[in-house]
């Protein structure tokens, strides 16, 4: 049982560039979301769904965009990368009342 | 604005010792509480909960209190072991239906041996 597996586990990219993260769950949860960790700032709430082909912004959603067009996969893509989007990227699942995440262990991203 | 604090961006404790993390909220609307922990290169892992309905959970070396008219909670671990030291999160929702997490800064504690 994997849990949930991010991917890439770090990667860099020039200002500008596009990229996708992908997260995979394989616990059938109907939560899953997507959060960055910055030093100082904690884990932010980048955007969420709450089930299969539905989304929904968070704390700090500008510069993202997510899909779930299936249930257990969870995709964050920058569109036009910027050096502010440097951060730890962490993706987690959860199902319906249970407040335990399960976290991915998390994508390092770095734009030069 | 940071609605869930944790003031204390480190903490170092002896081996054997009691630890004591802190976190204050300003979510009137908040109802359950957790606590994460984090090893570095690892994504955070589910410590204990605790329940608005509750002032204080138990489980093994971790306990967990709730002052809700202080809008602050804390983590006892006691003894401290040396595989305790990691970062840890305080986590705030506003119950049940609303699963999504607001995060504190974390703090990360240190066991000296």
């Known amino acids: 049982n994997a849990g949930v597996t991010q991917t890439p586990k770090f990667r860099v990219l020039k200002t500008g560039q596009s990229m996708t993260l992908l997260c995979a769950q394989d616990?059938?949860?109907?939560?899953m979301y997507w959060y960055r960790q910055d030093p100082g700032m904690g884990l932010r709430l980048i955007h969420y769904?709450?089930?299969?082909?539905?989304?929904a912004k968070g704390e700090v959603p500008d510069g993202y965009n997510v899909s779930r067009l299936k249930k257990q996969n969870f995709l964050l893509g920058l569109e036009s990368a910027a050096p502010s989007q440097t951060s730890v990227y962490f993706c987690?699942?959860?199902?319906?009342?249970?407040?335990?995440?399960?976290f991915g262990s998390g994508t390092r991203l770095t734009v030069v | 604005d940071q609605q869930v604090k944790q003031n204390s961006p480190s903490l170092s404790v002896q081996e054997g010792r009691i630890s004591i993390l802190n976190c204050d909220y300003t979510?009137?609307?908040?109802?359950?509480f957790l606590w994460y922990k984090k090893y570095p290169a690892e994504g955070p892992t589910f410590l204990i909960s605790?329940?608005?309905?509750?002032d204080k959970n138990e489980d093994g070396r971790f306990t967990v209190f709730l002052n809700k008219s202080a809008k602050h909670l804390s983590l006892h671990i006691v003894p401290s072991q040396p595989g305790d030291s990691a970062v840890y999160f305080c986590?705030?929702?506003?119950?049940?239906?609303?699963?999504?997490?607001?995060f504190g800064t974390g703090t990360r504690l240190t066991i000296i041996p």
């Open positions: 616990m059938n949860h109907e939560y």
């Open positions: 605790i329940s608005s309905i509750k």
């Open positions: 979510n009137s609307m908040f109802d359950y």
């Open positions: 987690a699942s959860t199902k319906t009342g249970n407040y335990g995440y399960t």
């Open positions: 986590a705030a929702s506003p119950g049940f239906g609303n699963e999504k997490l607001t």
């Open positions: 769904s709450v089930g299969e082909g539905t989304t």
